[in-house]
């Protein structure tokens, strides 16, 4: 089967959308996509069960299944890499958890990051209840249920706009175990051009993409330094949704069409 990009055009940047044109056709109707194999690039939510069966009715399919994208979105990759990621709670233990602060507050995709100091930083249990309150009512996170993550400061260069720490992070694409790119994670913070990723950072990620290729099989991993010198994984999101911050484009692209290739041959 042809891989294609399902796109969803108002979601994406013009220079990346030109990127991906060079090696993918580009679909924004997904009645288009017959006999393919489906990226979805920002495209696949609210609806992912929905898609997947009408492309299941064209002989399609997403390159990550139902299974394998609910893995990430529902933070149930947590259990696999709980050793390697700040220590989180969910709404269901969160009132066992005796750690008293402070925490970073989240859906389990999606982050209030740009009001850090009022939707997602929280210095005590009490106050992490209070913001995590506060996240189901909004529309964007309610479904899909908050997490409470144990504050593990970062290698800061510079602070943002709400205090919001620009850290030493990084953004890997695989395509299960195939490193595709990486790149800087804060595009637009002036300490991009001075980020340094060490070796070390670079080996978890490829470890880490050993256990997650078991589970998903286009996904990204947020890997960054400790104020310690540790590397860690910040979380896991789905290779579909997830936007390139610094990667080079072309890499990205072009490492997929080539790896996929692969991949669908070995099958």
């Known amino acids: 089967m042809q891989p294609v990009l399902l796109f969803r055009k108002e979601f994406a940047t013009?220079?990346?959308l030109?990127?991906?044109e060079k090696y993918f056709p580009i679909h924004e109707s997904r009645v288009l996509c017959r006999d393919s194999i489906v990226i979805g690039r920002y495209s696949v939510l609210p609806f992912y069960e929905e898609l997947e069966h009408d492309l299941h009715l064209l002989g399609s399919r997403l390159i990550n299944s139902l299974e394998e994208h609910n893995w990430i979105s529902t933070f149930?990759?947590?259990e696999a890499m709980k050793d390697f990621t700040p220590e989180t709670w969910d709404e269901t233990n969160f009132h066992q958890c005796n750690y008293q602060g402070p925490f970073v507050v989240k859906g389990k995709m999606k982050s209030k990051k740009h009001d850090?100091?009022?939707?997602?930083?929280?210095?005590?249990?009490r106050k992490a209840i209070a913001i995590g309150d506060r996240l189901k009512e909004d529309s964007a996170i309610h479904?899909?249920?908050?997490v409470y993550r144990k504050f593990v400061p970062?290698?800061?260069y510079e602070l943002g706009?709400?205090?919001?720490?620009h850290t030493n992070e990084w953004r890997f694409f695989f395509l299960k175990e195939r490193l595709l790119s990486y790149g800087y994670y804060w595009s637009l913070a002036d300490s991009a051009p001075h980020a340094e990723l060490k070796p070390e950072g670079k080996q978890l990620a490829e470890d880490l993409a050993k256990i997650a290729a078991k589970h998903a099989t286009f996904f990204v991993l947020d890997i960054a330094e400790t104020a310690d010198g540790r590397w860690i994984l910040i979380e896991i999101n789905d290779g579909q949704q997830s936007v390139p911050s610094e990667n080079d484009l072309d890499q990205l692209y072009?490492?997929?069409?080539?790896e996929l290739s692969v991949l669908e041959a070995s099958r």
């Open 14 to 16: 013009k220079y990346e």
């Open 18 to 20: 030109r990127h991906a």
């Open 76 to 78: 149930a990759y947590y």
């Open 116 to 125: 850090w100091r009022t939707k997602m930083f929280a210095e005590t249990k």
């Open 143 to 146: 479904d899909q249920g908050i």
């Open 154 to 156: 970062l290698k800061t």
């Open 161 to 165: 706009v709400h205090g919001l720490p």
């Open 254 to 258: 072009g490492g997929l069409k080539r």
